[in-house]
């Protein structure tokens, strides 16, 4: 890995007050030679069988790799969240 690879930068985000939420119920992945593509979308509930696209998102590799890796973490996080209550919901007598 390059110096420039290795190196992170800092950024502050801020998030819009009218940002607009997206819900999905398809997601589908292609890889190219440089890029990653996202496409998202819903089944159609008036022609069974049907899906519409909703969004189209590309990515560099570098930042399809690191939402990857960043999805993992967040994920395994959450996984161990629910098991620590579902332990504790077990053990409350009821």
């Known amino acids: 890995m390059s110096e420039a690879e290795n190196t992170q ?3 502050q985000v801020h998030v819009s007050p009218d940002l607009d939420y997206s819900y999905r119920d398809i997601a589908n992945i292609y890889v190219g030679a440089g890029d990653v593509t996202f ?3 819903n089944i159609h509930r008036a022609m069974p069988g049907n899906i519409t696209i909703g969004n189209r998102i590309v990515l560099t590799m570098n930042n399809a790799i690191e ?3 960043k ?6 996080e959450a996984q161990k969240q629910l098991h620590e209550q ?3 919901n077990q053990q409350k007598p009821g």
Do not use: A, D, S
């Open 9 to 11: 930068q800092n950024y």
């Open 39 to 41: 496409e998202f979308g």
């Open 67 to 69: 939402l990857h890796q």
């Open 71 to 76: 999805l993992g973490q967040v994920l395994q």
């Open 86 to 88: 579902l332990k504790q």
